[in-house]
């Protein structure tokens, strides 16, 4: 005789209880990537901060001094991402793993299977999603750091060719 509680989870959260599960997956994520992404955040607010005063262009030593320190930065970081990127594989393969040992064990039709199988691996399920988005994130912020990177040499460089025009014109 089948068991009619096979399709039935285990437990049921209700919207109170799955809110706050993602709250508290959001939180774990959001750790994840503040730990590693730390220092580039640091230096990306403060860009933000001098850009915020109206009053004022960013100074040459301003500019200089971001492009010294986020390549510097970023450079130490990107082990960090590759560090959560090897985590979400281990974690996949992990979810894999336990997912087809699951199913092997379970008894019924396939989908009794999936079903107990979905249901048992679901904290490897969970392990996978954490680091799977920790890791896009921290992927994202390190690209728009690069972004930024890039813009700022180019303002650099555009003030330089200004700089140039003017000592051209001086001499005559």
């Keep these: 005789m089948e068991d009619s509680n096979l399709n039935k989870p285990k437990y049921d959260l209700g919207a109170t209880e799955r809110a706050q599960s993602t709250v508290e997956i959001e939180d774990i994520i959001r750790n994840i990537v503040k730990n590693k992404t730390e220092d580039v955040t640091i230096i990306i607010h403060n860009i933000r901060k001098l850009l915020k005063d109206d009053s004022n262009e960013l100074t040459d030593l301003e500019i200089d001094d971001i492009l010294l320190q986020l390549p510097i930065v970023l450079y130490d970081s990107m082990e960090e991402q590759e560090i959560v990127g090897m985590q979400s594989d281990m974690a996949n393969q992990i979810y894999k793993e336990a997912q087809s040992e699951a199913y092997r064990a379970a008894r019924g039709t396939i989908s009794d299977k999936n079903a107990v199988a979905d249901l048992q691996t679901r904290a490897q399920q969970l392990e996978k999603i954490i ?12 690209e728009l750091a690069i972004e930024t990177l890039n813009a700022v040499k180019k303002v650099q460089a555009s003030r330089q060719q200004k700089y140039d025009i003017d000592k051209y014109r001086n001499r005559f």
Excluded: A, G, T
């Design 131 to 142: 680091y799977e988005r920790s890791y896009k994130i921290i992927k994202q912020k390190f």
